[in-house]
């Protein structure tokens, strides 16, 4: 189907014709008078000759216009599409009103979060609540109690759990949950603990890594429970 504007040219175009058509048929009206220039048909014919001037020089303009409304027009459509014209992807807007630059600027950063989830308290346990390792570790704790207490962060609950989790593994060593991290240091899983408490040398252990950031008490039953 034409657009608008598609329309709008053919009609000029048709219009231009017949104005030319009209022209010849002066000039022709014209060249008979030619001998006698004072007659009225020369007179009419020069007369009609200044006006269909002046409606071609109108309609030239109205194309011009069109034309320059067209290029306007495909210039908007090649911003809407990233192209300015040169092959070359120009800034859009995503759905949520930022720019790919500011969508990079707020893209997660899993190294900050990190970060922030290590000042909430000296140990921290990195878990996922399906996981039966992790249950066993998180009871093995439950039965200490802690000052200030564990943290523990699921990472199949977290938004950004994966991509969490991956950075974890990089920074400590140990990619599986769980990963207690005590001062900054991962002291291992679920194995290392359990080993540690049927020695019953993890209080001691604890004691050691918490340094003076972290006071732990014997253990006994019914302790404090981590904070979720």
Same mark, same amino acid.
């Given at each position: ?5 598609? $329309? ?27 001998? @006698? ?15 269909? @001037?002046?409606? $071609? ?47 990079? @600027?707020?893209?997660? %950063? ?57 950075? $974890? ?9 769980? %990963?207690?991290? $005590? ?33 732990? @008490? ?11």
């Amino acid at each position: 189907m034409l657009s608008k504007r598609n $329309i709008r040219l053919l009609g000029l175009t048709g219009m231009l014709l017949f104005v030319l058509f009209f022209i010849t048929r002066n000039a022709q009206s014209a060249t008979r008078s030619y001998l @006698d220039p004072n007659s009225p048909t020369a007179a009419s014919a020069l007369s009609n000759s200044e006006k269909v @001037d002046s409606e $071609i020089n109108s309609i030239k303009q109205d194309i011009s216009n069109t034309k320059g409304n067209s290029v306007s027009a495909d210039t908007k459509d090649a911003v809407k599409s990233g192209n300015n014209g040169n092959g070359k992807g120009v800034a859009k807007t995503s759905e949520n009103g930022l720019d790919d630059e500011d969508e990079y @600027d707020n893209k997660y %950063n899993p190294e900050a979060e990190y970060k922030e989830i290590l000042q909430k308290s000296p140990i921290v346990v990195f878990s996922k609540t399906y996981c039966p390792y992790s249950k066993r570790l998180k009871s093995i704790l439950k039965e200490y109690t802690f000052d200030p207490e564990f943290v523990v962060v699921e990472l199949d609950k977290h938004e950004n759990g994966a991509e969490l989790q991956k950075f $974890i593994g990089g920074k400590t060593g140990r990619s599986t949950v769980p %990963n207690v991290i $005590i001062n900054g240091i991962s002291r291992g899983g679920c194995d290392d603990f359990a080993g540690l408490h049927d020695q019953n040398t993890l209080l001691d252990s604890l004691k050691q890594w918490g340094g003076s950031t972290l006071t732990v @008490d014997k253990p006994k039953k019914g302790g404090n429970s981590g904070v979720h």
